[in-house]
């Protein structure tokens, strides 16, 4: 296990590293990036990004200091926002993006494994149907067109739910629903061809040989077994709630990271998308090897043979 | 199609003395009934096409998606503008006669620009799907047919791609080359064809230890060969199904990228731009302007996503009785 | 000996999209005390169909019993509540499964996994569960019981795993044991332990076994009584000596005469022809007809007559009716006989 644990974080260094290599070797292609501009309008500006990055040192000196300063979380000076730094607008719109997402990615595990799991327990039949429709319309509809469909739909002409922003319970209903959508499709579809694969094995039919009552060989024998391929694709998910809410963030105006960086990508604020994806990735990365390890707990196979189990 | 004497024959009770004592005599050729193959043996694809043909909701799903594929190469041509024409005298103007979809802010016809953005869609997601499978059957089958530690090699590689996270690299990417239709595609299948390279590898593993590959290696066939011969004919199920599943996610990575302002750019129309663009209607009430190009990107992925189902139900060489 | 279980006239029968399978049809046997009853026959003949209908783990709606009754201690199991059946399964009925491999949960410890049973039913507290379940593996031969208890299934080997099953399925000191090839998935030489393991248990607790089985070396080691299913009937029945000396169906005859025999040298195996009939629409008269090398006219037509050539042994054969009278084919069952 530790070994296992160890080999883990060792790949998640890596790809931060890889990441943030790439990240630096790409900026430094581009005119406009904080490296190659001549001179930004404003002096002040200038002055910082000279400071943050050390432009007048050798590229390979730039890397090394620029890996430092990403390895004490300090990403640099933003461009087009003078006063502040990428830290200040991650301190600012992270937290606000973290709770949108934290809240649409429990939304969407809750309701997909409940729906999942009706679907398999009543295959074939009309909660089956009901729900496999419900899924693939989830995974077909794109998050946006979800989003504006909403807010048409709840918020402007039926008049539920407020517009846009992020201020009270009721001004999350719908930018949830929008965020966690498609994730939920895609938990209640792997859940349910999971759980009609594991309600077929041998150790069902032991489980319900002994006695046990229905909910009990659901719950206890096949839930846990049947939820491994959920867990190894939380990351995957995770993924897309983070880069959904920049989508999402912009449309309902809400103030998280994700409409800074939005903003950054058409300003062309260099500083703010490389840090913002540095960070991101880490976050991703992070949020990956943390999933590993819960597989590796939850499955006491692990040990023997990880590499097996695709 | 029984007669009515064999039909009185079927209630003959055992015990019954009715029997005729002709009956008691050795049955001739019986034993070569028994030997017989009653189901006639199809091939994988017939067999294919025929369970995929009763699926009506996978059927649906390719019906429309040869409809859009005609629609996008004839319908711009089926009305008098141009997909960038614009008509100032005419904005914004509601579906009519006129203007089918209507027009949109700048006075643009939404339905010549809503064939346009079928183009643009299926072409991305197309030519996603192709690069995908190249790159990933020629990486996923050289690293699962080499083996040993070409094949830890590899997949180490793999899994590091695997493990960043596509749309941050996309844009990324996007973000330095500038967005346009081959630096768009591009992007896409950099870290895309990781998922194919994963599946080919896993289907060349298990199948190159079937005996009939065995066979004409000792036979001497060459690697090339027995990749292309056995190897490919017999993994083809699972890409075909990765490569339709393929095509809706770069569906939805093109127009989310033109959410973000890295979509193809003026003058040429993609369903993701058009949305864009038509955010601000959820306030004007131009809803044409949204719902044609939303309602395409989601039909459009639909198709393929139930149409991928339905080839995954009908390839699935497991399922054959 | 006391009777615990008559299956009387069981059918059961499938619906799948091609039609409806009729996988068994009119089952009927009966079992004692401490008695080993082997229901023997090809894949597909019925004869774990018959099994799960006991236990009714027929996978519903699919599947149902459509006739018949499974009169256990008394009750028509076929006609109990699915609420009642749980307090039968498990502890008046126990199950053992063909592959160790797959009938453990895997991410369960295999104490969790036997105690679950007796704590469910017995309502006792986690210790004593614990204790029987020391006694259990000690029981099915499994040294180290105390540490073997935290380990996860992976943790054993094959033949390990076959006697935890064992061990689950007795917790409970069941009256019925019905093992659904045990020992198929097992090496040769794991067979003949658990073979042995189950006459051990038999000897101390009195309990009756089903054993499902396709393997006629398994048969004669461990059964007392034989069925014959082929196509969904028992077409012959008796004890093993009847059975394996005296077998009067072709079909046994001929299963008997398809695999290696040390007391009869020189002999060549003789397959059998052919594979079993289509159970959408089986045949009305004999199942065999088709592969019997004694076929009759009449064996097509009508189901044959149960022949009993003693108390305890029939079989359903038109060969041994007097009617049957040309002079050849008295020749060629002679040679076989």
Request: proline letters at 6%; aromatic letters at 10%.
């Amino acid at each position: 296990m530790v070994r296992y644990i160890l080999k883990r974080f060792f790949m998640m260094i890596l790809t931060i590293w890889i990441i943030a290599t790439l990240t630096f070797v790409l900026m430094n292609a581009i005119p406009g990036s904080p490296f190659n501009e001549e001179r930004t309008s404003n002096e002040a500006v200038q002055e910082n990004l000279e400071r943050h990055f050390n432009l007048d040192e050798p590229p390979i000196v730039q890397y090394f200091i620029y890996l430092k300063s990403i390895a004490t979380l300090d990403f640099g000076p933003s461009i087009k926002k003078p006063n502040s730094t990428v830290n200040d607008l991650l301190g600012r719109g992270f937290p606000i993006s973290a709770e949108l997402g934290i809240i649409a990615i429990l939304v969407a595990l809750l309701s997909g494994i409940v729906l999942g799991v009706l679907a398999a327990l009543r295959h074939n039949g009309i909660i089956d149907y009901l729900a496999m429709t419900i899924a693939v319309l989830g995974i077909s509809i794109p998050n946006f067109v979800l989003a504006t469909l909403l807010i048409q739909q709840l918020a402007v002409n039926g008049g539920f739910f407020p517009v846009a922003t992020w201020q009270s319970p009721m001004h999350m209903v719908l930018p949830t629903l929008a965020l966690a959508t498609g994730p939920m499709a895609i938990i209640a579809r792997l859940t349910r061809s999971s759980m009609l694969e594991v309600l077929t094995q041998d150790y069902i039919k032991m489980a319900r040989a002994k006695g046990l009552a229905p909910y009990k060989v659901v719950i206890k024998h096949a839930l846990k077994n049947a939820l491994m391929p959920v867990v190894t694709i939380l990351g995957t998910l995770l993924a897309g709630i983070l880069t959904g809410t920049f989508v999402i963030e912009k449309i309902f105006a809400i103030p998280g990271m994700g409409k800074y960086f939005v903003e950054s990508i058409n300003q062309r604020d260099y500083p703010v998308i490389m840090g913002t994806t540095v960070f991101y990735s880490a976050f991703l990365v992070f949020a990956l090897f943390l999933v590993d390890i819960a597989y590796g707990l939850l499955d006491p196979r692990i040990k023997l043979h990880k590499e097996e189990g695709n | 199609m029984k007669s009515q004497t064999t039909q009185s024959h079927d209630h003959i009770d055992s015990n019954s003395k009715e029997i005729p004592l002709d009956w008691f005599k050795p049955l001739e050729g019986a034993n070569d009934s028994a030997n017989t193959v009653v189901r006639p043996s199809l091939s994988y694809w017939k067999d294919a096409w025929i369970r995929l043909r009763s699926n009506y909701i996978a059927m649906g799903g390719l019906i429309f998606l040869i409809l859009l594929g005609i629609m996008a190469i004839i319908g711009p041509y089926l009305t008098p503008y141009t997909v960038d024409g614009t008509i100032l005298a005419d904005q914004n103007q509601p579906p009519s006669s006129t203007y089918w979809f209507g027009t949109d802010n700048l006075g643009r016809d939404v339905f010549t620009r809503t064939w346009y953005g079928a183009r643009i869609s299926l072409f991305v997601g197309i030519m996603a799907a192709l690069i995908d499978f190249t790159v990933g059957v020629i990486y996923g089958g050289i690293s699962g047919y080499k083996g040993g530690r070409t094949d830890n090699l590899m997949m180490r590689i793999v899994e590091i791609l695997y493990g960043l996270p596509y749309l941050l690299v996309v844009i990324l990417l996007l973000v330095v080359l500038g967005p346009s239709l081959s630096t768009i595609i591009l992007a896409l299948t950099v870290t895309g064809w990781v998922g194919m390279a994963r599946i080919v590898r896993g289907q060349v593993l298990q199948i190159k230890n079937y005996e009939y590959v065995h066979a004409s290696k000792s036979f001497g066939a060459k690697t090339s060969r027995i990749i292309r011969k056995n190897l490919l004919p017999n993994t083809m199920g699972p890409i075909i199904v990765q490569m339709t599943l393929t095509v809706p996610t770069a569906i939805f990575a093109e127009a989310f990228l033109s959410f973000l302002g890295l979509g193809v750019q003026f003058p040429v129309a993609s369903w993701g731009v058009m949305a864009n663009d038509a955010l601000t209607t959820i306030l004007s009430g131009h809803w044409w302007r949204l719902f044609f190009p939303a309602f395409f990107i989601s039909a459009t992925m639909f198709a393929f996503n139930v149409l991928g189902d339905g080839l995954q139900d009908a390839l699935d060489p497991k399922l054959r009785r | 000996m006391k009777k615990i279980l008559e299956v009387n006239d069981l059918h059961v029968t499938f619906s799948t999209y091609g039609g409806e399978i009729k996988a068994v049809r009119g089952v009927d046997f009966e079992l004692h005390e401490g008695e080993t009853l082997a229901i023997v026959g090809e894949s597909g003949c019925g004869k774990s169909v018959t099994a799960n209908s006991i236990m009714r783990l027929i996978p519903s709606p699919a599947g149902k019993i459509a006739n018949g009754e499974i009169i256990f201690k008394g009750n028509d199991l076929a006609k109990e509540s699915d609420k009642n059946m749980r307090k039968i399964r498990g502890v008046d009925i126990s199950m053992i499964f063909q592959d160790p491999m797959t009938a453990l949960n895997p991410t369960l410890t295999i104490g969790n996994q036997l105690t679950e049973g007796l704590r469910q039913h017995k309502n006792v507290s986690r210790k004593k569960a614990e204790q029987k379940a020391l006694e259990m593996l000690d029981l099915v031969g499994i040294p180290n019981p105390e540490e073997r208890l935290k380990q996860y299934p992976h943790q054993f080997s094959g033949g390990m795993r076959q006697r935890i099953v064992i061990a689950i399925a007795l917790i409970c000191e069941p009256d019925l044991l019905i093992a659904d090839e045990p020992t198929t998935a097992l090496d040769v030489t794991i067979q003949a332990q658990i073979l042995e393991l189950f006459e051990t248990i038999q000897e101390e607790t009195n309990v009756a076994i089903i054993l499902i089985t396709h393997d006629l070396g398994v048969v004669a080691k461990a059964a007392d009584r034989i069925a014959v299913m082929y196509a969904g009937k028992i077409i012959e029945s008796g004890t093993k000596y009847e059975v394996f000396y005296e077998p009067q169906h072709p079909y046994t005859q001929g299963l008997l005469n398809s695999i290696p025999r040390l007391d009869q040298k020189g002999e060549k195996l003789e397959p059998i022809d052919g594979t079993p009939p289509d159970l959408f629409s089986p045949p009305v008269g004999c199942p065999f007809t088709a592969r019997c090398p004694h076929a009759m006219f009449v064996c097509e037509k009508v189901y044959p007559l149960r022949h009993e050539p003693s108390e305890t042994h029939y079989a359903d054969c038109w060969l041994y009716d007097e009617r049957v009278h040309t002079p050849n084919l008295m020749n060629k069952k002679e040679e076989t006989t």
